[in-house]
């Protein structure tokens, strides 16, 4: 059973429209992440939560909005989608205060902007 | 800045062969080091991991990485692949704050049966 699921699997959007990304961790874990993978770039990291709280953003644009509603969710708001948005994003988690910490990946979303 | 490199973009072995997919990184201070395997259409999964002590570490499923002050190197090795090995590699490295990592941009490792 995937302990990490993201919803959905695939996703195809319109230039400007608005998508929230699902993520729900049922690891009992306390940190969750949003990391892209565009074509032919490694993953980036975007997003850290811990407690569902942010605790750091890499991500520029405002457009991108994490949200956590209870503590083992994470969903990711995109605003005024362009093309370039077009990636894979995983959702991962992890259990903060290890040190090198590991963290688990759902499968992704696979967002198509066109 | 931190910075790693997988130099072989795709490699391709037999069953039963041994494999040795290369990473090299480019850190200034304390690191850790880490591999993770992706299978088609999954999720990134966790292999290894290092960050002091005895320089090679034992993974999942017979893989086993060598770190490399010297070489600043952390590649990753297995004696004997499965075909269901066949995935792709991505070497990651992490400051400080563990959870956000730089990974590389991945070997994809093909098993010939």
């Known amino acids: 059973d995937p302990k990490i699921i993201q919803k959905p699997k695939y996703l195809v959007a319109v230039t400007g429209s608005e998508k929230i990304l699902i993520c729900e961790q049922y690891?009992?874990?306390?940190?969750m992440y949003w990391y892209r993978q565009s074509a032919k770039k490694p993953l980036e990291f975007m997003f850290s939560?811990?407690?569902?709280?942010?605790?750091d953003n890499q991500t520029a644009s405002s457009r991108f909005q994490p949200q956590s509603s209870k503590k083992n969710h994470l969903d990711l708001q995109i605003t005024a989608l362009k093309p370039d948005d077009s990636a894979t994003y995983f959702c991962?988690?992890?259990?903060?205060?290890?040190?090198?910490?590991?963290?688990?990946f759902g499968s992704g979303t696979r967002l198509t902007v066109l | 800045t931190q910075t790693v490199s997988q130099s072989d973009a795709h490699v391709t072995v037999f069953e039963g062969d041994s494999v040795e997919l290369r990473c090299n990184y480019s850190?200034?201070?304390?690191?850790?080091l880490s591999w993770y395997i992706q299978h088609h259409g999954r999720g990134l999964q966790f292999l290894l991991k290092?960050?002091?002590?005895?320089?090679v570490v034992q993974g999942v499923n017979g893989f086993e990485a060598e770190f490399s002050k010297s070489d600043s190197s952390f590649h990753l090795r297995k004696a004997s692949v499965h075909w269901s090995d066949s995935a792709v590699y991505f070497c990651?490295?992490?400051?400080?704050?563990?959870?956000?990592?730089?990974f590389g941009t991945g070997t994809s490792l093909l098993v010939d049966p």
């Open positions: 850190y200034g201070g304390s690191i850790y």
């Open positions: 290092y960050y002091s002590g005895n320089p």
């Open positions: 991962a988690s992890s259990q903060e205060g290890q040190g090198a910490e590991t963290l688990y």
């Open positions: 690891l009992g874990h306390n940190a």
């Open positions: 990651a490295v992490s400051g400080n704050m563990g959870y956000k990592l730089t």
């Open positions: 939560y811990s407690y569902q709280k942010l605790m």
